[in-house]
C-alpha cells in the first residue's frame, strides 16, 4: 500500500452522524479531499453486538482502501470503541485514526473535579473504550457511563430542540446532574449524534457543567498525524468531499443536512455495496 499526500482521508460512519466530524475536518484541514462512506443499509451499529460491529467496520474500511485512501479516520464512536485495534493491525500501515482518544482527551482537559459523565450508544458503553482511555489520562477520575439511545433517532428525525428532545435528555441525564457537592462538572457527548442536542442537554445540566464532543479534537488529532507522516495536502488548494452510502440516498441527504449544517449536492452522493 503506497501513501501519498494528494490522496483523500477516508472517513465512515454507521451513516449519518460521522457528517459532524467531516465537517470539524473541513474546517480544520480545507486543503483535504475527503471519501465519506456511511453505511445506512446496517444503521444504527450502536446496539449491535461487539463481533457484528467489527465486521462491519471492516467491510466499510476496506471499500475505502480500495478506492485509495491516505488515512482512515473512524467517524463514528460505536465503530472506534469496537473496532480500531482491529482495522490498525489488519490494514496496516494505513494510518487509522478514531473520535474515542480526542474526545476523552477534550473531557479530562475541561474536567476540574475529575466527575466525568460519557454519553454515548450502548455499545459504546458496554465496550469501556471511553472509560478506559479516560481513566488512563486521569486514574483518580469518577468516570459515570450512560447509553442515550433515542438520541439516535430523534437527531435524524431532526427533533433536537424544545420540549421532546429537552425531556429525553431530563429522563437520560437529571438524577446524574442533580445538584450538590458530587455533580459532575463534564458531559462527554460521545456519540456523533449527540452535538446537535447541546441546547437541549444544557437545559438539564445546568450553565456551569462544560459540555464536550471529540469533533473537533478529533480534527486537530488528524492534522497532527497527517503532519507526522507528511502527509498533509498542498495548502490553499481547495479539497472536496465525496459520499459513497449503502443505502436510501435520499434519506441520507435530509437527515445529512442537519449534521452538516449545509445541503448535500445529489452529484456527489454514490449509492455502493458492501
Ligand atoms: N455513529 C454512531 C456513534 O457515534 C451512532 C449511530 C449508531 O448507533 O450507529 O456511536
Not at 471511553?130 to 437527531?155: H, N
Amino acid at each position: 500500500m503506497s501513501l501519498d499526500a494528494h490522496m483523500p482521508i477516508g472517513l465512515f460512519d454507521s451513516g449519518i452522524g460521522g457528517l459532524t466530524v467531516l465537517h470539524a475536518l473541513r474546517r480544520r484541514l480545507p486543503q483535504e479531499d475527503l471519501i465519506y462512506l456511511g453505511d445506512t443499509a446496517r444503521l444504527p451499529y450502536g446496539t449491535k453486538g461487539r463481533e457484528t460491529i467489527i465486521r462491519y467496520s471492516q467491510r466499510a474500511t476496506q471499500k475505502l482502501v480500495d478506492s485509495g485512501i491516505k488515512m482512515l479516520v473512524i467517524a463514528c464512536n460505536t465503530a472506534t470503541s469496537a473496532a480500531l485495534p482491529t482495522l490498525r493491525e489488519q490494514f496496516a500501515p494505513l494510518p487509522v485514526m478514531g473520535v474515542v482518544e480526542p474526545g476523552a482527551a477534550a473531557a479530562v482537559a475541561a474536567s476540574r473535579n475529575k466527575r466525568i459523565v460519557i454519553t454515548a450508544t450502548e455499545a459504546t458503553i458496554a465496550g469501556g473504550a471511553y472509560q478506559e482511555a479516560i481513566r488512563r489520562r486521569c486514574p483518580d477520575a469518577t468516570v459515570i457511563g450512560r447509553a442515550c439511545t433515542l438520541f439516535v433517532s430523534l437527531a435524524e428525525e431532526g427533533w433536537t430542540d424544545g420540549p421532546i428532545a429537552e425531556g429525553v435528555a431530563a429522563r437520560y441525564l437529571r438524577d446524574v446532574f442533580a445538584d450538590g457537592p458530587e455533580k459532575p462538572d463534564t458531559l462527554l457527548l460521545g456519540c456523533t449524534h449527540f452535538p446537535l442536542f447541546t441546547n437541549a442537554l444544557r437545559h438539564v445540566v445546568g450553565p456551569d457543567v462544560h459540555i464536550v464532543d471529540s469533533a473537533a479534537t478529533t480534527a486537530q488529532a488528524v492534522e497532527t498525524e497527517l503532519q507526522r507522516l507528511g502527509l498533509l495536502g498542498e495548502p490553499g488548494r481547495r479539497g472536496v468531499s465525496r459520499f459513497l452510502v449503502t443505502d436510501n440516498i435520499a434519506r441520507f441527504m435530509r437527515s445529512g443536512g442537519y449534521f452538516l449544517g449545509e445541503e448535500l449536492h445529489r452529484n456527489d452522493v454514490t449509492l455502493v455495496d458492501l
